[in-house]
């Protein structure tokens, strides 16, 4: 079986190029900067990085954000895809945009949860993750 994914030795796994940008590449670190710089934008009251790389196998990052409203959780999705799109990253996947109390855009090495804030509270995606470093952008 053929994985997604090259792992080390050590059971780490590399920060590999994988999006295509028109004929260039971009690593996952591009991908979750840019997801974040677009998040920024519309003022979440909480956003963070959480580097997933060595700890577990399915991606390499974490950006958490979350919003006051449904329709601010709405509005930082919007954004990133946006971004995201503009700059060639394709979604693998997206979810929870109905209620938007938890919305997931997955790019495979990089997902993104935005939450409304009681949501981000009551799921603590951090502690569950506790052992991931973190980069707390805003909140």
């Known amino acids: 079986m053929k ?14 190029p994988r999006s295509q940008n028109g004929g260039t590449t971009i690593n996952s670190i591009e991908v979750v900067r840019l997801a974040a710089d677009a998040a920024a934008t519309v003022k979440p009251s909480y956003l963070a990085i959480l580097d997933l790389r060595g700890l577990c196998t399915f991606t390499d990052h974490f950006l958490i954000a979350s919003a006051g409203s449904a329709r601010q959780v709405r509005a930082i999705a919007e954004r990133v895809e946006e971004q995201l799109t503009s700059a060639k990253v394709r979604m693998s996947h ?12 997955d790019y495979h090495d990089v997902v993104v949860h935005i939450f409304a804030d009681h949501a981000r509270e009551f799921y603590d995606l951090e502690r ?12």
């Open 3 to 16: 994985l997604g994914r090259q792992e080390c030795a050590t059971g780490d796994t590399p920060n590999l």
């Open 128 to 139: 569950l993750w506790a052992d991931a470093p973190r980069q707390q952008l805003a909140g």
């Open 94 to 105: 997206r979810e929870g945009t109905g209620e938007a109390q938890w919305i997931l855009l």
